[in-house]
Each structure stands twice: as C-alpha cells, then as structure tokens.
C-alpha cells in the first residue's frame, strides 16, 4: 500500500490544481520562516496537499468536493491531530483571491508555534 500510496502522490504532484499550483509558489524553497514544506505528501495512509513536518503543520486546500466529503475531512483531521500535527483549511478561493491573507494565517501559526526541536542523542 505505501508504494501505491507514493504513487498516487506524484501524480497529484504533477496535476496540482491551480490553487496548489499558487500557494506552492510561496510555499517552496523555504520562503515562510526557512521552513521546509512538503506538497502532496504521504502521512500515515492519507496524502496532505502541503506538510511542514518540523512545525507539525498540514495545509489543506479544499474545493467544491469538499462539501460533499466533509465527513472524510473530519476523521483525516482527527487522525493528523492525534498524531500531533495541526490542520490548517483554506477553500481554494481564498488562495486564488486573497493569497496575502493565507500566508498571514501560515505566517502566524509558524510565528506561535516555533519548530520542535530535535532530541539531543547520546543521553545526558
């Protein structure tokens, strides 16, 4: 399952909807606090459309379908939070309308919850 689960990743990868293809600008090469942030990436059995895995952080951008699907997004969420990550949603419309306005929410959450640092090996 993981190597389909790959899989399926690039190719979301390689057909991102406009609004991934916008935030994903912003997003990459560390632009937000030198974060790194990952796209389409595999957590557990589901796939987020961007992680930011020293934040714990996982951006969800959702369409039309996700009206529909709200249920799914409600147990993904609990899952993802139950492993200590925290959920952030837009509706693709505010990326592609108000892109300043989502990057200040991820510019904040990254601002109050700083990256975990890693534990110090070799004991004490």
Not at 24 to 31: D, E, T
Not at 50 to 72: M, P, R, T
């Amino acid at each position: 399952m993981a190597d389909s689960l790959v899989y399926f990743a690039r190719q979301l990868r390689k057909n991102q909807t406009e609004a991934e293809k916008k935030l994903w600008k912003y997003l990459k090469s560390k632009q937000v606090k030198g974060l790194k942030f990952r796209r389409q990436e595999p957590i557990g059995s589901y796939i987020v459309d961007f992680a930011c895995f020293e934040n714990k952080l996982v951006i969800e951008l959702d369409g039309s379908q996700h009206i529909e699907d709200k249920e799914n997004d409600i147990e993904r969420d609990d899952w993802l939070k139950s492993q200590g990550f925290a959920v952030i949603r837009f509706w693709n419309n505010e990326v592609m309308n108000n892109i300043d306005g989502v990057l200040a929410v991820i510019f904040y959450f990254c601002s109050n919850h700083p990256p975990l640092t890693p534990p110090i090996k070799g004991g004490g």
